[in-house]
């Protein structure tokens, strides 16, 4: 399902960003990268406002942060790996190396669910957070990503 929305291009491995806001902005352009005709200022402000309700940081070490827009037909994804960690206000108080930014279409409730039930089932595995981390490119995290994925 994943192979769909998921691309090399999808990846940054090496995020820069020191903060929660910081990792929001930098993910956030290549959402855009990915998809010009969205709105920077409006995506970031999505983003931000989903995250004040609560904190996508609820499963150790990884973050989900997703909005939603009526300006995209099928997801896109924001695939960040931070070696030194951001504070996320997680559940756990612990930082967040792996985050997954997902911008979902307003028009398909159904789609959004069973992503989000693919991504919270592939971060059970306890493979996944370790084999991601030592990854070095885009390709190799989204090849075990799939690979993953192909397990379930």
Do not use: W
């Not at 352009?29 to 609820?58: H, N």
């Not at 995209?72 to 030194?84: L, R, T, Y």
Request: proline residues 5%; contains cysteine; aromatic residues 6%.
């Amino acid at each position: 399902m994943l192979e769909k929305f998921i691309k090399p291009e999808s990846v940054n491995v090496d995020l820069q960003s020191t903060d929660k806001e910081e990792v929001f902005e930098e993910l956030n352009e290549i959402l855009i990268s990915l998809c010009p005709s969205l709105d920077r200022a409006e995506v970031l402000k999505a983003l931000l406002e989903r995250e004040q309700k609560m904190t996508t940081g609820i499963i150790p070490g990884i973050a989900i942060p997703h909005a939603i827009s009526d300006k995209i037909k099928e997801p896109v994804f924001a695939i960040g790996k931070s070696k030194k960690g951001i504070d996320f206000d997680s559940l756990d108080k612990k930082p967040v190396h792996i985050i997954f930014m997902i911008l979902f279409p307003a028009d398909d409730t159904s789609l959004h669910l069973n992503i989000m039930q693919r991504l919270a089932l592939l971060f059970n595995k306890t493979e996944f957070y370790n084999s991601v981390m030592e990854k070095l490119t885009g390709e190799q995290i989204v090849n075990t990503i799939l690979a993953i994925e192909e397990s379930l």
